[in-house]
T-cell receptor, first 113, second 115 residues
Framework: DAKTTQPPSMDCAEGRAANLPCNHS???????VYWYRQIHSQGPQYIIH???NNETNEMASLIITEDRKSSTLILPHATLRDTAVYYC??????????????FGTGTRLQVFP | NAGVTQTPKFRVLKTGQSMTLLCAQD?????MYWYRQDPGMGLRLIHY???????AKGEVPDGYNVSRLKKQNFLLGLESAAPSQTSVYFC??????????????FGPGTRLTVL
């Protein structure tokens, strides 16, 4: 499985955009980039995923570089409730996949007032 | 829908005792998973199941057993607990046929301490 590299921690002012980077230089052609977050010891929560196109949903935007070796999760207007550990995960997509997620240590995002 | 529920929420065991953690999901998901999370670490997969009656080993299966007798339930057993198994245990479920995102849904966790 491809590995990911994330900064251990980041700060962001409330109301500003939070940009969380992730390197996945060994990603394979059929592997997707997934983002989950974990708020204070709760179970992880799915945020967004993508293959090679930029994606946006109600929670965040995902920007994947053209060579797919890195990506950035963007929280456009961070709030205090976005304080959490964010995990970038690479895994194969499609059906009949056992969906085994390999979690690293993630990025601890602290949103301050 | 309750989603994914875990029983119990907290437990303290003595070394050598046994216990079973119960995970239940009401989303009709085919796949279920057990993870453990140690302080400051990401989650690590213990065992998983791709359907009723089937189980498979994950990254850290030693010291644990699992059973999936019913589609909605996934049991994690510790036959002889050790202090190294002190951790927070998360259960998750997913279904590639019902979720466009292929996402996993996680339970609230069980905090286990082995003395």
């Amino acid at each position: 499985d491809a590995k990911t590299t994330q900064p251990p921690s980041m700060d962001c002012a409330e109301g500003r955009a939070a940009n969380l980077p992730c390197n996945h230089s060994t990603i394979s052609g059929n592997e997707y980039v997934y983002w989950y977050r974990q708020i204070h010891s709760q179970g992880p929560q799915y945020i967004i995923h993508g293959l090679k196109n930029n994606e946006t949903n109600e929670m965040a935007s995902l920007i994947i570089t053209e060579d797919r070796k890195s990506s950035t999760l963007i929280l456009p207007h961070a709030t205090l409730r976005d304080t959490a550990v964010y995990y970038c995960i690479v895994r194969p997509g499609g059906f009949h996949n056992t969906d085994k997620l390999i979690f690293g240590t993630g990025t601890r995002l602290q949103v301050f007032p | 829908n309750a989603g994914v529920t875990q029983t119990p929420k907290f437990r303290v065991l003595k070394t050598g005792q046994s216990m079973t953690l119960l995970c239940a999901q009401d989303m009709n998901h085919e796949y279920m998973y057990w993870y453990r999370q140690d302080p400051g670490m990401g989650l690590r997969l213990i065992h998983y199941s791709v359907g009723e009656g089937t189980t498979a080993k994950g990254e850290v299966p030693d010291g644990y057993n699992v059973s999936r007798l019913k589609k909605q339930n996934f049991l994690l057993g510790l036959e002889s607990a050790a202090p190294s198994q002190t951790s927070v245990y998360f259960c998750a479920s997913s279904s590639p046929w019902t979720s466009l995102n292929n996402e996993q849904f996680f339970g609230p966790g069980t905090r286990l301490t082995v003395l």
